[in-house]
């Protein structure tokens, strides 16, 4: 046997911890397989292999035998997943069937997921040996239903999908200002569309039996506009339910019994419904002016002596965090409410820079990291994979430092450069907390139900692989061949298909078949610009408050082109592979962009392109010009030259060729 290096990487996400391949295959498009099992035998086993079985292709015709499949597995496991069940196992295939081996049932699930895998659509199993467990034990999503509901059918199949890219915890974002998910019999809110106590309650088994935990954050002390609208008494002033988006003044009144005893009744309904040790409320973006301006605060921070606003929150989340020790809970809350005053039984996600992490850790916390792993600013999945969960604190911020040159990312350097605020702070001393693991972050403003999958799966791979997989794992180009490969058994195994949904989404939106080769070459515009809007951009670097106007609400229809496009463009990395083929000397990689330029020129050339894109088809008509001047010998440097001055945005349109065309012709070094 041989390292699986020398012949190819399967199409594994995560890739495991070491795979070492044989010279042959096994068949498996056979009658359902014949698994036997040595030791525990479960229910959840039973139907992983099911899944399995499932996943394979059928048979060619003819009496096959069933494929044999020892399963070992130590011990059973608890009803629920928790932090840090044992995950490892062992697989083996070879010329006599399958052996799987696990300590846990955890593992066992693990095993079928990679035997999926490893199943081509030729109806082999190449024979190995796979010995892999998780580098990290906290694998997340979190997943905001609050500013775009997504129904139990949706959030099943997203439970599929991390399953099959083996992330352990869904984190649902139940509560905001736009919308107040969770269904509380103290706190009823009659005019929300929420889940059922039994929806919440049959998702949790659901996850359970895919080896994931469910983690729901009900946010407080900010965020709670919708909450504060149906129950006035909760805030520091009353407010109007709001359906726009950005931070909001509607914050929970700190000095009242009343609301402590609320928050206490809404925590134990939710620890009822949601087994898991761990349960998340928020602390983040609390707006000042709630708490500056209310006669009430101001009476209690000088009766009580708490010094500032800052401590107040950490008095506050500190009382809400023993309620949950009361309860058998661990708190989690955002990197804001990190302060010398917060509890020690709370655990900290960083969402704002490497710096935050490292504030943490010094602190003593528990750490889950968000920072760079937001799926919301459509960033392409290699920004994501770059990205160590411990790099150290000067790797990760000469990485961030790294995308202000990014010719794809240079239409919001700008805005990306604003954050760097987020570097003033310093952490002294030992960093001697621990980071449990990290979670990818899809806030919902520009998502709903139909854009899911399209925002998901093109990018969580990549922040998947990096959670699971050694850090020595970071071959971008073999990522994404695998991920191009993953992606397309994808609807098999867990019923998300991309392409389907994005011609699904276009065909809604009125685009006539010849436009889809142009609608293949565009992305969105990155970070936060379509969110912000050209006028709440500027006073964001200005440093001017933002106005409240914003291009979309709660309410905007998402039916536009650009809501349907992938976050990055497939057909533009196909591209950019034959380019690199092409400077390697390969005169077929040449013929076919030669080919590529003639159909964009055509393409370029059509009457009656959709209003929307139209300034990227002009753009179109540009690249041509260029990339065919360049093949017949134009000076590189005057090239480049005019493709950095077209890589600019069309309203809310990118032409992904451009930039990509300018990272291929710059310079090497």
Request: hydrophobic share 45%; aromatic share 8%; net charge negative.
């Amino acid at each position: 046997m041989g390292s699986d290096r020398t012949q190819g990487s399967p199409a594994l996400i995560p890739y495991p911890r070491q795979l070492i391949r044989g010279g042959g295959v096994l068949e498996v498009a056979c009658a359902p397989p014949a698994v036997s099992y040595s030791a525990a035998r479960s229910a959840r086993m039973e139907a992983a292999a099911a899944r399995f079985a499932g996943a394979l292709p059928a048979a060619s015709g003819g009496a096959s035998p069933s494929l044999p499949i020892r399963v070992h597995c130590a011990a059973l496991a608890q009803r629920y997943p928790s932090l840090g069940v044992v995950e490892n196992y062992r697989l083996n295939v070879h010329s006599q069937g399958v052996d799987i081996e696990a300590p846990s049932e955890w593992g066992v699930l693990h095993a079928f997921t990679t035997l999926t895998q490893l199943a081509g659509d030729d109806g082999v199993l190449p024979l190995c040996r796979v010995d892999d467990g998780p580098r990290y034990p906290w694998r997340g999503l979190l997943l905001d239903v609050a500013r775009h509901y997504m129904d139990v059918d949706a959030l099943r199949r997203t439970i599929d999908g991390m399953a099959y890219c083996k992330l352990n915890v869904l984190h649902l974002h139940l509560t905001d200002d736009q919308a107040f998910r969770f269904p509380s019999a103290s706190l009823p809110m009659p005019h929300e569309r929420q889940y059922s106590a039994q929806d919440l309650a049959d998702l949790v088994t659901y996850a359970a039996e895919r080896g994931i935990r469910l983690v729901p954050e009900v946010d407080m002390p900010g965020h709670v506009t919708a909450l504060v609208a149906a129950h006035p008494h909760l805030g520091t002033q009353a407010v109007d339910p709001s359906a726009r988006f950005g931070v909001h003044p509607a914050c929970l009144d700190p000095t009242r019994e009343a609301v402590y005893s609320a928050v206490g009744q809404l925590l134990g309904e939710v620890a009822e419904i949601f087994p898991d040790a761990y349960l998340h409320i928020g602390g983040d973006e609390v707006s000042p002016a709630a708490w500056r301006d209310s006669e009430a605060v101001a009476g209690y921070l000088e009766e009580q002596g708490v010094p500032d606003l800052a401590a107040l929150q950490a008095r506050f989340m500190n009382r809400v965090g023993n309620m949950m020790r009361d309860l058998g809970r661990i708190p989690l809350g955002w990197d804001e409410a990190l302060h010398p005053d917060l509890a020690e039984q709370f655990v900290v996600q960083c969402w704002r820079g490497a710096r935050q992490r490292d504030l943490a850790l010094a602190n003593g916390r528990q750490v889950v990291l968000s920072a760079n792993y937001y799926l919301d600013l459509f960033y392409p999945a290699d920004v994501h994979y770059g990205f160590d969960p411990e790099a150290s604190l000067q790797e990760l911020e000469a990485a961030e430092d790294a995308l202000l040159e990014d010719a794809r990312l240079s239409h919001v350097a700008q805005g990306m450069r604003w954050t760097q605020h987020w570097r003033e702070a310093q952490a002294q001393g030992t960093l001697g907390g621990e980071v449990l693991g990290g979670e990818a972050c899809l806030w919902s403003e520009l998502v709903t139900q139909s854009l899911l999958d399209v925002r998901l799966w093109t990018r969580l791979p990549a922040v998947a692989e990096r959670l699971w997989s050694p850090p020595e794992q970071s071959d971008t180009a073999d990522f994404y061949e695998r991920m191009d490969r993953w992606l397309v058994r994808l609807p098999e195994a867990a019923g998300i298909d991309i392409a389907a949904s994005v011609r699904s989404h276009m065909a809604d939106a009125g685009v006539a078949d010849q436009w889809l080769a142009l609608v293949d070459l565009l992305e969105p515009v990155k970070w936060y610009a379509r969110l912000l809007g050209e006028d709440a951009m500027r006073a964001r670097l200005s440093g001017r408050e933002m106005p409240m106007a914003r291009p979309y609400d709660a309410n905007t229809p998402l039916n536009a082109i650009v809501d349907g496009l992938p976050p990055e463009s497939f057909v533009v990395r196909e591209v950019e592979a034959i380019c690199r083929l092409v400077d390697q000397g390969d005169e077929s990689a040449l013929g076919q962009l030669r080919a590529l330029i003639d159909g964009w020129r055509e393409l370029a050339a059509l009457d009656g392109c959709p209003p929307a894109i139209v300034g990227c088809q002009r753009q179109l008509g540009e690249v041509v010009l260029c990339l065919a001047a360049h093949l017949d010998g134009a000076d590189r440097a005057e090239t480049l030259a005019r493709l950095r001055r077209l890589n600019e945005p069309q309203g809310e349109y990118m032409l992904a060729l451009i930039p990509m065309l300018c990272r291929w012709l710059e310079p090497p070094g």
